[in-house]
């Protein structure tokens, strides 16, 4: 009988980056699935906006300011969050643990503005369907910055222990700083749809 030629995977990683990575595929359909969501809802808001007579249902436009910070906060922490995946992606526990301690601080920030954003909007949640909207997407959006903030939070005690300077925490971190561009990227519409379309 003919012996078949074993293949030992024995000393490949167990665990990899990036596209390697099974979680990164799990955090990219995440994402689409989420984009999804805010996609729809965008189009609700612009469904309900073509069915009124005048957009904003009784009510003026909403404040610019406390989404205009939020906005800038959300801006700003692009760069960090991208030197904070690099240093993953080399390994460097040191810049990984301080990038990720500015990265909560930063993911934290957002929240004050939006605290104002919604009676920024002048109009009640249970008012009209204006309101109803508008709260959706505010509440949407809150709760991938808050989901975000939580991992992050998770993954800087995670790398401050024993188990941080391992090839699968570094990955983590990756897909957390994906993440977050993508919290990011979904807000820019929504500035859009809820700050500028009213003024339209």
């Known amino acids: 009988m003919k012996e078949r030629a074993v293949l030992d995977v024995s000393k490949l990683p167990l665990h990899g980056l990036s596209t390697a990575s099974p979680t990164w595929w799990g955090t990219c359909a995440f994402m689409l699935i989420e984009g999804s969501g805010f996609a729809l809802a965008i189009a609700i808001y612009f469904y309900l906006l073509s069915l009124a007579p005048n957009w904003p249902i009784d009510a003026p436009p909403p404040d610019l300011f406390p989404g205009t910070m939020l906005t800038l906060l959300l801006l700003a922490s692009i760069v960090p969050n991208i030197l904070v995946s690099r240093w993953a992606t080399a390994r460097a526990l040191a810049k990984v643990r301080i990038g990720l301690i500015v990265m909560t601080l930063l993911e934290a920030a957002p929240l004050a503005p939006r605290i104002f954003e919604f009676p920024a909007m002048h109009v009640s ?55 977050w561009n993508f919290v990011i990227v979904t807000w820019l519409p929504l500035y859009v749809c809820l700050y500028w379309v009213p003024r339209l």
Request: charged residues 20%; proline residues 0%.
């Open 125 to 179: 949640w249970d008012e009209n369907a204006y309101g109803s909207i508008v709260w959706t997407l505010l509440g949407l959006h809150t709760a991938h910055v808050i989901t975000d903030l939580i991992d992050t939070l998770v993954l800087t005690c995670l790398m401050f222990t024993r188990y941080g300077d391992n090839t699968r925490r570094y990955g983590d971190v990756e897909d957390n700083c994906l993440y």
